[in-house]
């Protein structure tokens, strides 16, 4: 049998093989070989016992290998992302097993809430959660984990005793720049009444936030002509508005409410009289390079970083009435609504 302070169950656990069985000077030079294996492997925190059976021996904690949680691609998933992984905690004074409390923390930080930093330098980060389920005599506690507070909920062999949950929330990740992002956390097990009694072992957590591709047009007003009877020529409005594409090349196609003869055309608020317009569409605010916008989609690039373009104008949609079809009309007010769709490419 193994001699006072030897724990059979610990040594068969690292040694993967039966404890050399022997009584008095043997069995203290099995405990000083266990003692040295722990310090060397710096993964179980070992204070050696009074000597006896029963209770007495060396306490230790040792926290099981924490697999890192890659969730790979984030593309405006729109979801809370997620991950749970179960692990062993020991615990024990000899023989016996003992609870343990945990605590997590920012390996190398004392930041006050969990983060995942930029790889690219920019000094950005992305705010996460942990959640912890210990289990104790077949009860599981859900406990919110805070950054080096040590919780008051309990766990306790048997394994697996311990389901750890990563949590990114959505919000988090759609405020972020694109980029890679990775933090390293530290857990800390205690036996829960013994503080120097403990282990811990850190684990990393990466995403990588992939711009998704969006387009958006902002900007747009009602267009009003105002015609002069005693004046003559066509008559031209200019809207100038913003495209935003998160890739900058867009294509754009124009529909009309009111069309005549196959082109696009105003009506009389009041009848059926239709005045016909062209169209045309510019991806500059000057009018350079119109394109008419009544034969199929056109092309342009747009702002790919702003959504409103940082408050400048890089588009223009031009409003041609010609001179002949104003004076062919009957006098009135007339209207028609555009819509402008924007595609990425």
């Known amino acids: 049998m193994p001699g006072p302070g030897v724990n059979y169950k610990v040594c068969h656990r690292i ?10 000077a043997m069995a203290a030079a099995a405990l000083a070989y266990m003692v040295i294996l ?11 016992g009074g000597g006896g059976g029963g209770g007495g021996g060396a306490k230790i904690v040792t926290i099981e290998m924490l697999a890192d949680v890659d969730f790979g691609d984030w593309e405006d998933a729109g979801s809370i992302t997620s991950d749970s992984s179960s692990y062993c905690i020991t ?7 003992k609870d343990f409390k945990i605590s997590m923390s920012n390996a190398g930080s004392s930041s006050s809430t969990f983060d995942l930093y930029d790889l690219g330098g920019s000094g950005e980060s992305i705010a996460i959660g942990f959640e912890a389920f210990l289990v ?4 599981t506690s859900q406990v919110t984990l805070s950054p080096g507070a040590l919780n008051s909920q309990k766990g306790k062999e048997p394994c697996d005793n311990i389901t750890l949950r990563t949590n990114i ?16 956390f530290t857990l800390f097990a205690q036996i829960h009444n013994s503080s120097s009694h403990n282990d811990e072992e850190s684990f990393d957590v ?3 936030v992939v711009a998704a591709t969006q387009v958006q047009i902002s900007g747009l007003n009602t267009i009003v002509f105002e015609t002069d009877p005693t004046s003559s020529g066509e008559l031209t409005a200019d809207e100038t508005f913003c495209i935003h594409s998160t890739v900058g090349d867009y294509s754009i196609s124009t529909q009309s409410s009111v069309t005549s003869n196959g082109g696009f055309a105003l009506q009389s608020v009041v009848g059926s009289e239709k005045l016909p317009i062209d169209v045309f569409f510019a991806d500059n605010v000057t009018g350079a ?14 702002d790919s970083v702003s959504p409103n ?13 010609a001179d002949t079809d104003i004076r062919a009309s009957t006098s009135g007010d007339y209207a028609a609504t555009l819509t402008l769709t924007v595609t990425p490419q």
């Open 38 to 48: 722990f310090v060397l492997t710096d993964s179980t925190y070992v204070s050696a």
């Open 136 to 139: 104790k005599n077949g009860v």
């Open 169 to 184: 929330a959505e919000s988090a990740l759609t405020a972020a720049t694109p980029g890679d992002y990775r933090g390293t």
């Open 206 to 208: 990466e995403v990588s």
């Open 289 to 302: 390079s119109l394109q008419n916008a009544e034969t199929g989609s056109v092309t342009g690039s747009g």
């Open 15 to 24: 040694l993967a093989e039966d404890c050399l069985r022997s009584a008095g």
């Open 91 to 97: 615990a024990r004074d000899g023989n016996n097993t």
């Open 309 to 321: 373009c940082s408050g400048v104008d890089n588009s223009m949609v031009r409003i041609v009435i």
